[in-house]
């Protein structure tokens, strides 16, 4: 089996087709059942469908298009054969989205025909708050060289993911082991594992405040929008999440979250009780059931010696308790990895929230 | 030369720094110096240091520490040298972000000492609001395949960048050949490309508004803080944005922003109208030179014949011509596209507005 990605763009620098056609030894011609979608697309659109874009229509003699669903080139199928021995050609787009679609949609349907021996199944665990060495501690010899199931770790904006392959001669095998080694991993760690595989962080939480029936209001200073924009990447966040203010400069917090200029003059705008108030109002403004305050230092200027750069006050504002509960983090990373990991970070206090349970860090 | 990136990590599946002290044929030592490093690093955090950390100061005796001002992991080079061949190894972290760090800071200022020969100077532009298509076709005879500068395009993010390289046996040349094929491309796209190399379209947009003096404000529905985030992105950005509202629900909009419910209920949440009433109110309410409204269907769900999914509102309050002009664009791809392509091109249609140009698209 060959899987290419790439070189299936408009331009002239894209070659796979005319690579795949050499190999073939056909001429390429255009999928018409494809250029009617093209067409289609840019009618939508109403943008002109540039003649470069026909090219992408363009597919070798005898192979089959593999339909896109997420952009304007087709991918192609072809069965090679020399002598007794044949490879299937999968070539698919580039662009990562386009690709992980059609490899979903198409490929991977195709290729679990064609297998055969072993048997793998993966499944990935996520945490967040601890750094990779933590979390590997926690395993223990769990993550053993040479183990199967195996388990490894990768870290990807400050989540930590624990990988465990199982690679068993049956299928049934590989499934109990599996299993065994996910319940071994999730002892081990408990609820700092939010989610698995596919599951995002705010995902999840999405899901427990929904099925809470409870709502979120957010009140940003340092994040700048970045905890609202997580909220609502779930589809149907309007649910759970109604309106957010960010207060990025004194005059604003003071203005739009009634926070008062002595406790910023007292404690400064990063501080617990400035981020308490911010977290209170945004609560309290939005009749929601928990208000969101995030003051932090950035970077890369503006810390000093007691407050470095990094540090972020994280409120959660409960209304059902009419209590505000807040946190000093100093993260590190440059500025996009403090905003980002400040933002995780509130929404790990929430989630802990709703689970009833203390942060473990 | 050999580059490597990654296996440096603390855990047992972290094997680089074995693979080369097994080819030196030497032991692997702690560095001390890095082992400094990396207790003030835990002390500074106040985390304790796990003695998984201590695996990532080890290096093989007689090869040279390189400095990881980004991570834990130091860095590696030494010099293998097998009868009269040299190989400069350097083993750098796989996380991109350290790896790019210590690859600017360390690696790259050796390579240029060791190079010679031929000289390849490259330029990349960015742009952002057409499609790669219609761009390679603005670009013409400069995109030929075998043209010496080169001219390709890649996509990533909706932005649509050219990348130009010149391979000459001079530097002299090189840098002539470059600028001329750079002039050429600009000549081609106009105002549509918004940056170099490692400017960003917040970036650009930044420098603008802090040069010109104005301030931002944004009211923000489908983007749900989006673009008040890709403003602060850019250090500094409290000179020129103090607050922002993000108003998901009509109620929202109605409290926060004082847009009449009659116009929502006319129009629809989605429509230009309301669109302009969010961002005449964000600039009117933060007193701020720009007031930007966004409205729209980022989908998966909402869509209608009349407005599918895709449809953006976009609205940008002008304080200094008491104006506000509005667009609707239809946008393709997922949620997560759709929400990031309305925020870049509320951003574009800022900046072109303070270049004093109409919208190219």
């Not at 003649?51 to 089959?64: D, E, K, S, T, Y």
């Amino acid at each position: 089996v060959l899987l290419v990605s790439g070189g299936i763009g408009p331009t002239e620098d894209d070659l796979t087709r005319q690579a795949l056609a050499a190999v073939m030894g056909e001429p390429l011609l255009p999928s018409s059942e494809w250029l009617a979608e093209l067409e289609a697309f840019f009618r939508k659109v109403n943008r002109p469908m540039s003649p470069l874009n026909r090219v992408q229509a363009m597919i070798p003699r005898g192979a089959r298009m593999i339909f896109n669903s997420a952009g304007t080139a087709a991918g192609i199928h072809e069965t090679l054969s020399n002598g007794g021995r044949r490879c299937e050609v999968f070539v698919m787009p580039g662009v990562p989205k386009e690709m992980k679609i059609m490899f979903a949609r198409d490929v991977l349907p195709r290729l679990t025909e064609i297998g055969a021996g072993a048997v793998i199944l993966s499944r990935t665990l996520h945490t967040f708050g601890l750094g990779e060495s933590a979390v590997a501690e926690k395993l223990g010899p769990l993550m053993t060289r040479g183990r199967n199931p195996s388990v490894g770790t990768t870290v990807s904006g400050g989540i930590v993911s624990l990988r465990i392959n199982a690679n068993f001669p049956s299928r049934a095998r590989a499934a109990s082991e599996l299993e065994e080694s996910e319940v071994a991993c999730r002892r081990a760690l408990g609820p700092l594992i939010f989610g698995q595989d596919d599951e995002t962080l705010q995902g999840v939480l999405a899901k427990m405040v929904r099925d809470a029936g409870k709502t979120i209001a957010t009140a940003e200073s340092c994040t700048g929008g970045l905890l609202a924009k997580m909220l609502t990447d779930v589809p149907g966040s309007s649910a759970f999440f109604q309106q957010g203010w960010i207060t990025y400069s004194n005059a604003a917090k003071t203005k739009l979250l009634s926070v008062p200029p002595a406790l910023i003059e007292q404690h400064g705008a990063v501080s617990e009780p400035v981020a308490a108030a911010m977290a209170t109002a945004a609560a309290t403004l939005a009749g929601a059931s928990f208000g969101i305050g995030i003051s932090g230092i950035a970077g890369p200027d503006g810390g000093t010696p007691a407050k470095p750069v990094g540090t972020v006050c994280i409120a959660l504002h409960v209304g059902a308790r009419q209590s505000c509960a807040v946190r000093t983090f100093v993260l590190s990373g440059d500025r996009e990895m403090i905003r980002d990991r400040s933002a995780k970070m509130a929404l790990t206090l929430l989630r802990f929230d709703l689970l009833g349970q203390p942060l473990p860090f």
